[in-house]
């Protein structure tokens, strides 16, 4: 197998090129982009109907085809036996669910030998054989959920949104290109929005889907809600007569402002939505989960603010009474599962700078932390949890993941160690010199008590000094927990011989309502402090480097780059930005969900009363500090970004050339506010690493060539300029540039 050969030659450490098509070494232990890329992707585990097998998938990057592949594989329950690969096809097969009592497998898959093919519902054999396509939707599938009884499904599909192309209006000009827009909405994330998912019912027989209806048939809401809703919008009740959908039922400009979805029942029978069991709830409403007669869901309060306190409410399906489970509980919680007995549901939720699992009790509200994520502080070991599949015995089957290690699947029982179930990035983790995660805690400008995350490199030694990355989390509000990126992976930079510094500064979740939300309408204000006063701290460390400390981020952390150069002090010595916000005032107009800009600056600029939008746009704009700007910035964007429009990287990278700064942008035609695509990935992180081991690495290669490269430009400028008067700009007199083979 593909995956298999990749391993095999990793576990060799041979130089000659992988099953992806890249040359792969791991030497000395060292842990390298091309090795992440390299990594098998763990996700979704589903449980069979016996309890007895698990379902999973594993996608691998194939750097030479430049995309990603996913494969269906099965093992048994108790992790004992090694898994097998059902699929090993040259498409990828996803969303893998159990029918037929466990006798047969349906999922997702384009079969690429036919041409013109969309992503279909195909089922197989158990073991993988008899595979075949059983839908025929025109415009393909993108997930499906199929009910209890078996018997009906409901899935994904896109439909025609407005009339927004030429030949909607002028059908005889079939080669013109133009958008011809009316109203708001008309971009979303990374698209022009042309067509949006609706979901259709049908019947399945488990050999074929029949009588698909699109359920919301002559409208141009969405369902699921982009740009992140799939299969957890859905659910089937009890009984199978009706489904449970998420929608927000606005479009255009009252889409763009608000962000109150609600839950809607459709009755199969007669074809109709015949309720909606959230009306009056102004928030986002989202991932029904059903047991029996009652319906467990998340919601948030106040309509424009999407990242408020996700609440756990339980409703009785025939009374309609709600209750908020978590009323008394601080924190923001995120996916859900009924116990197979209904007594509890279980969920995740960022919790002091990590995922743990936790359970609530249905009928005392009471909640327990299931996951021993604290227990062994003393070893630095934290990690964050990932899906949830509750197990009758009360075990629970999950992923795990921290800063050193990607997700693999383990079984957890409540207070024992959770036992790992999959292996399958074993034999490459096993080859790399292992980091050192430590927690520390900084006292805030206003007296709080801020965790921040320290990842050490290989064979640290307390007795050296290490440059160190700073690193600024994007959101705003996002936890800075245990995750294991694809790009901003902490232990890749630690390998490069770096110190990695995360603050869970204020507007991060997991410690409290009240911190979380300090950060609306106050983006340079006390979060911007936070991060002073944990680079201060961390510069009094014995073993950092107080001179070579480089500030990163993304989409917020990019902001929080731009407004830091223009703020520090000469705290940092290099900046690196992707996809962050540079001009505020632009940001406002220029992004598609305004329901985010409304809420976190306050309104528009033209609102001249307006006293928070006002002092956003005055004391936390970074445009505002560029004159203040005297460090080397690296910029990077993906062109296909309509949240932070890439135009925002060229402002930054044209204001920092005009005042002299050392400076590099790299932008990604094909990209969007991510860097997907595996080559992309590649040049992304070398650049990364190059820009920063430039300016915090004296005597490193890169600090050599671009050296070598400035004072071969100075000599051409020189002779250009012989006899003429050309004083060096003022701006590059003041270069903070602490490198000191660069100065």
């Known amino acids: 197998m593909a995956s298999l050969a990749a391993l095999m030659a990793l576990t060799a450490c041979k130089s000659d090129k992988d099953a992806n098509g890249l040359a792969i070494e791991i030497k000395d232990g060292q842990f390298t982009p091309e090795v992440l890329l390299a990594l098998g992707r763990v996700s979704d585990p589903q449980v069979s109907p016996n309890g007895k097998q698990i379902l999973f998938n594993v996608n691998y990057q194939d750097v030479k085809e430049n995309k990603g592949n996913s494969d269906i594989w099965v093992m048994d329950i108790d992790g004992k036996t090694p898994a097998v690969n059902l699929t090993n096809t040259p498409s990828s097969e996803n969303n893998a669910v159990w029918i037929n009592d466990g006798a047969m497998i349906a999922f997702l898959y384009c079969d690429p030998k036919k041409e013109g093919s969309k992503t279909q519902v195909w089922v197989m054999n158990a073991d993988g054989s008899s ?17 209890p009884d078996g018997n009906k499904i409901v899935m994904i599909s896109n439909v025609k949104y407005g009339k927004t192309l030429p030949t909607d209006h002028y059908p005889e000009l079939d080669k013109a290109q133009a958008r011809i827009i009316d109203d708001m909405m008309y971009k979303h994330w990374d698209q022009w929005v042309t067509e949006v998912p609706h979901p259709f019912v049908a019947d399945f027989t488990g050999n074929i889907v029949k009588n698909p209806k ?51 029942l459709y009755d199969v029978a007669s074809g109709k939505t015949v ?42 399906m025939k009374t309609g009474e709600k209750k908020d489970l978590t009323e008394n509980w601080d924190y923001s919680a995120d996916d859900l599962a009924w116990s197979p007995d209904g007594k509890f549901i279980y969920f995740l939720a960022p919790h002091m700078g990590t995922i743990p699992m936790f359970r609530i009790d249905v009928a005392t509200q009471q909640v327990d932390t299931i996951s021993p994520v604290n227990r062994n502080e003393e070893d630095n070991k934290y990690y964050d949890f990932g899906a949830i599949v509750p ?17 693999e699947i383990y079984c957890m029982e ?32 206003d007296g709080k008590d801020m965790t921040v995350w320290v990842v050490l490199p290989p064979n640290f030694d307390a007795n050296k000094k290490y440059p160190s990355i700073f690193f600024c989390e994007g959101g705003p ?69 107080g001179d070579r400390m480089g500030a990163v981020g993304a989409s917020y952390g990019g902001y929080s780059v731009y407004w830091l150069a223009g703020n520090h002090n000469n705290t940092f010595a290099c900046f690196l930005a992707h996809a962050g916000i540079f001009n505020l005032e632009a940001q406002y107009l220029e992004t598609e969900e305004m329901w985010f800009t409304q809420w976190d600056l306050g309104g528009p600029v033209w609102e001249k009363n307006n006293a928070d939008a006002q002092k956003t746009y005055r004391e936390a704009n970074p445009i505002n500090f560029v004159e203040n700007w005297n460090t080397p910035i690296m910029i990077t964007a993906g062109e296909l970004d309509y949240r932070i429009v890439f135009t925002q990287a060229c402002q930054a990278f044209n204001a920092a050339q005009i005042r002299g700064i050392p400076s590099r942008m790299v932008l990604f035609p094909e990209e969007n506010h991510w860097i997907l695509r595996p080559q992309n990935a590649l040049v992304w992180h070398r650049e990364f690493f190059k820009w920063l081991d430039t300016w915090l690495k004296p005597g490193s290669p890169a600090a050599k060539a671009y050296k070598a490269e400035q004072e071969a430009k100075a000599k051409i400028k020189a002779v250009e300029n012989k006899g003429q008067d050309t004083p060096m700009p003022e701006t590059q007199k003041e270069l903070h540039i602490t490198n000191p083979d660069l100065k």
Not at 131 to 147: A, C, M, T, W, Y
Request: glycine share 8%; aromatic share 12%; net charge neutral.
């Open 214 to 264: 699109d359920i919301l048939e002559g409208t141009e809401y969405e369902s699921p809600m982009l740009p992140w809703g799939g299969i957890e919008s859905f659910a089937w009740t009890a009984d199978s007569k009706q489904l449970i959908y998420t929608c927000r039922k606005k479009t255009g400009k009252e889409y763009a402002f608000s962000t109150n979805s609600d839950l809607y």
């Open 414 to 445: 409540p207070g024992k160690d959770p036992v790992q179930l999959t292996h399958v990035n074993d034999d490459i983790l096993k080859q790399l010199k292992p980091i050192t995660i430590k927690k520390e805690i900084v006292k805030t400008t």
């Open 391 to 407: 197990l009758k015995d009360g075990k629970v089957i999950t992923l795990r993941h921290n800063y050193a290690e990607p997700n």
């Open 477 to 545: 509000q996002s936890p800075v927990s245990q995750f294991f990126s694809y790009r901003w992976n902490f232990r890749l930079m630690a390998s490069q011989g770096y110190v990695v510094i995360a603050p869970n500064r204020r507007g991060l979740p997991g410690f409290g309502t009240e911190w979380n939300a300090q950060i609306s309408r106050d983006y340079g204000g006390q979060n911007m402090r936070d991060y002073m006063s944990a680079a201060e701290h961390m510069k009094q460390q014995p073993y950092i480097d």
């Open 275 to 316: 309720k909606n069991l959230t009306e009056g709830m102004m928030g986002y409403d989202t991932n029904p989960r059903v047991f029996k007669d009652k319906m467990a869901f998340l919601s948030m309060e106040h309509d424009g603010y999407e990242a408020d306190k996700n609440r756990i409410f339980v409703i009785d």
């Open 131 to 147: 595979r075949k396509p059983v839908s025929e939707l025109e415009n393909g599938v993108d997930g499906f959920v199929i009910s």
